[in-house]
């Protein structure tokens, strides 16, 4: 059999890679739990995904020219260009509005994550830790939240509404 070669284009290369990320996201947290517990890898995913999120960002906000955003407008124009370099909708589909001057709200109506600790038949034990990952964006913005977010299971592996308000300090 014979095969056509083909080159990928570079949204195919960024899908790729992206997969391949998340794909060992999902086995290293697999085997911290097989290790030594849920709790502990519940504990150690939020801390790491949250230093994933300070450093992601930090060097977006480097490559684009920004030392940090002063406001919720700024950082809702960061959080776009975060939002389609690391998350695209084709990974999860995210509503983000103002709510306030000094608040926004983050809905997910699709994510990625949800779809895979179902498959994997962890959501009822997993602790999300999607909002973690903005929350270190927000570290990388110098925009500390008003509350430290509580850890959380998935609400959409409950069948509830997946919200988040983020309010700066």
Same mark, same amino acid.
């Given at each position: 059999?014979?095969?056509?070669?083909?080159?990928?284009?570079?949204?195919?290369?960024?899908?790729?890679?992206?997969?391949?990320?998340?794909?060992?996201?999902?086995?290293?947290?697999?085997?911290?739990?097989?290790?030594?517990?849920?709790?502990?890898?519940?504990?150690?995913?939020?801390?790491?995904?949250?230093?994933?999120?300070?450093?992601?960002?930090?060097?977006?906000?480097? @490559?684009?020219?920004?030392?940090? $955003?002063?406001?919720?407008?700024?950082?809702?124009?960061?959080? =776009? &260009? *975060? #939002?389609?370099?690391?998350?695209?909708?084709?990974?999860?589909?995210?509503?983000?509005?103002?709510?306030?001057?000094?608040?926004?709200?983050?809905?997910?109506?699709?994510?990625?994550?949800?779809?895979?600790?179902?498959?994997?038949?962890?959501?009822?034990?997993?602790?999300?830790?999607?909002?973690?990952?903005?929350?270190?964006?927000?570290? @990388?913005?110098?925009?500390?939240? $008003?509350?430290?977010?509580?850890?959380?299971?998935?609400?959409? =592996? &409950? *069948? #509830?509404?997946?919200?988040?308000?983020?309010?700066?300090?």
């Amino acid at each position: 059999m014979t095969s056509e070669r083909r080159t990928l284009d570079n949204g195919e290369e960024q899908d790729l890679l992206r997969r391949n990320w998340y794909w060992h996201d999902a086995r290293w947290y697999a085997s911290v739990a097989a290790e030594f517990g849920i709790e502990a890898a519940n504990r150690l995913n939020r801390a790491n995904v949250r230093a994933l999120g300070r450093t992601e960002m930090r060097r977006l906000m480097k @490559a684009l020219g920004v030392d940090r $955003a002063t406001n919720v407008a700024q950082a809702l124009e960061l959080f =776009a &260009a *975060g #939002q389609r370099l690391y998350v695209p909708t084709s990974l999860m589909d995210a509503e983000v509005y103002p709510a306030s001057d000094g608040s926004y709200e983050v809905r997910f109506q699709r994510c990625f994550v949800h779809e895979n600790i179902v498959r994997a038949d962890i959501a009822g034990a997993y602790h999300c830790a999607v909002f973690d990952r903005i929350e270190g964006w927000h570290d @990388a913005w110098e925009l500390p939240l $008003a509350q430290p977010l509580p850890a959380r299971t998935c609400a959409l =592996a &409950a *069948g #509830q509404e997946c919200r988040q308000r983020f309010t700066i300090r």
